[in-house]
Nanobody
Framework: QDQLVESGGGLVQAGDSLLLSCAAS??????MGWFRQAPGKEREFVAA????????AYADSVKGRCTISGDMSKKAVHLRMNTLKPEDTAVYYC???????????????????WGQGTQVTVSA
């Protein structure tokens, strides 16, 4: 059974850094990504790593502040976030895609497996 488990969330101050990690188990994944959802807002794309293309993708809102990395053999992915802002406050979800990738998967609909989420709160 496919499963994703996130870790690393917490309460930090603006300007701090945070490392989120996701451990996956189960089948083969072509891409893994991070999404976030703030209260009252839709789930939005943050970053993705596409194993089959050996590429990464970032949302404009985090580009330059976040780095996604991972190990396909270990099915692990990490998201390093720097210079955190209060608007980064959200529940962060790890996601995995079990189908071949075309382009950069930025929509939640393009992912097949989801973790439970980890809360990130950035105080001003």
């Amino acid at each position: 059974q496919d499963q994703l488990v996130e870790s690393g969330g917490g309460l930090v101050q603006a300007g701090d850094s945070l490392l989120l990690s996701c451990a996956a188990s189960g089948g083969t994944f072509f891409a893994m990504g991070w999404f976030r959802q703030a209260p009252g807002k839709e789930r939005e794309f943050v970053a993705a790593i596409i194993w089959s293309h050996d590429t990464t993708a970032y949302a404009d809102s985090v580009k330059g502040r976040c780095t996604i990395s991972g190990d396909m053999s270990k099915k692990a992915v990490h998201l390093r976030m720097n210079t955190l802002k209060p608007e980064d406050t959200a529940v962060y979800y790890c996601a995995a895609r079990k189908r071949p990738v075309v382009g950069g998967p930025r929509s939640p609909l393009e992912y097949d497996v989801w973790g439970q989420g980890t809360q990130v709160t950035v105080s001003a």
